[in-house]
């Protein structure tokens, strides 16, 4: 609180109006009586004595206030340095022309110095490669030109030694108490270890491409390169089975007959290979596909089949989904030839469904969890349950060639086709009780 | 009936799969005269009836495989069919490829049939036999 008689100001009053009363005291002491002039100058004394007083007792909460301002720089000035020393962060100011005006503990340990007072004066130039020196250069003098901050930039340090670091920095304009531009100030974050774990992931990338490129050219050999050996040792058997069929003893004949069925066996396994491979190389992007008509498209692909089993094929209403509807038609094709395919004494009845729901156990590439769920349901012959797992793998057959043919590769390309568009597929079914094939399809982008 | 012997002109460059063919032939009993080369560049020759091939005769029937060396069978097919005294000779491909881009690919190019070469003898007599029934009996094509 300042009061107005409490003012320096004030204070020369007093002192004026004590010494004119010192003086009426000693004029007082000459003209008139000494005791007259003895009070005076006693009240004059006095005077002195309370001005003095309060000079300083203003003087002593000036103090007060100064070591408390002082205290508060202090604990600034605390606060800055426990920043600047302890951050991992590097953070460091400098002039107009780029040169260090000040930077922390961390960037001295980085520029291997002991003491950060030794970068004041210096440039990037003193401690990294021209080539990024010139460019960090050319960011401050763009930021001193136009007062723009560069924020959150990745840069890339090479360091004369040859390391590589990596860093995301933001800089910005410093400037004095009239906002006039006086330099710049930036802080830096290492980001080597993301750097080097995102170079990781896009190596892994790459391989993954490459060894896919690698599965479509293997894909290749084994439809043409495989085949044509093949089909000569498949020819000539058999030509050799018209020529000389009971020329040659019935022997002869037999082993004949089991290299043309080997041959031919081969054959169609090399084909389901190559149609398995082609799930993931030759797919079409996903476009608004009505499984209806999918539907339709497979039972009249099927109506031998189904005519020649009585199969009874109901469906519940079927949605649109985000497909390729090529291998869409495979899949329904798949399940619903296997419902006919392993069938019971009775006729086969097949019932399919749709409903859409959120799947907690769905995949990754899902998402919302949004899913449309497809069952195809049947009254065939079951799966033991100890089988769920392996009837998706490829090859794996549960039956003996004589009593079921095929190679084993079907469920194992629904299996493929379901996890290319992002969904999964499962079965439920009590042996000798019908099967009950589970798929989902994403429903993320409704059409 | 048409008892004439059919120049067939077979462009192949596996001699196990002209061999066959050619047994496949005897086996159908399609009475052929079958003249059999190697590669594209030969096969194109002979049909122009260039250099050694100046007195060939021009064949009522081509089976082109679609992998040869030096020109390969798409380049081959191009060929015929941009050629005026070649194109309206039948063209069937007969290749292992099952692969849909050449199916189409050689159908684009104007290929008349495309015959995926099967494994198994007696269907590729009876892909013969058809190729020949169909293209040789059934087909009534533009006199010369």
Known sequence: MKSASGSPHWNWVWLGVVFCIGVLGVYAFEMSSAYVGSCILAIAVIGVVVVLGRVDSRNSRLNRQLEERNRALLQERFLIETLMDHTPDHIYFKDRESCFLRINRAMANIFKLTDPAQAVGKTDADFFLPEHARQALADEQEIVRTGKPLVGREEKETWPDGSVTWVSTTKQSLRNEQGEIIGTFGISRDITARKEAEEALAQKTRELLRSNKELEEFAYVASHDLQEPLRMIAGYTQLLARRYQGRLDAEADEFIKYAVDGATRLQVLINDLLAYSRVGTQGKPFTATDCSQVLNRVLDNLKIALDESGAVVRHSQLPSVMADATQLTQLFQNLISNAIKFRNQQPPEIHIAAERRTDDAAPQTTPTGEVWHFCVRDNGIGIDPQYFKRIFVIFQRLHGRDEYPGTGIGLAICKKIVERHGGRIWVESVSGNGTSFHFTIPSGARS | ?144
């Open chain 2, 1 to 144: 009936m048409n008892d004439r012997e059919i120049e067939i002109l077979l462009i192949e460059d596996n001699p196990g799969d002209a061999r066959l063919t050619t047994e496949a032939l005897k086996e159908a009993k399609v009475r052929n005269k079958l003249t059999h080369i190697a590669d594209g560049i030969e096969g194109l020759a002979f049909l122009r009836q260039q250099g050694k091939y100046a007195g060939a005769q021009r064949p009522d029937l081509i089976l082109l495989d679609l992998n040869l060396p030096r020109k390969d069978g798409r380049e081959v097919l191009a060929e015929i069919k941009a050629d005026d005294r070649l194109k309206r000779i039948p063209v069937v491909i007969l290749t292992t490829s099952q692969a849909e881009e050449d199916i189409l690919k050689a159908y684009n190019l104007n290929a008349n049939c495309y015959v995926s070469k099967p494994v198994d003898l007696d269907q590729f007599i009876k892909v013969v036999r058809t190729i020949k029934d169909f293209w040789l009996t059934i087909v009534k094509l533009p006199a010369e």
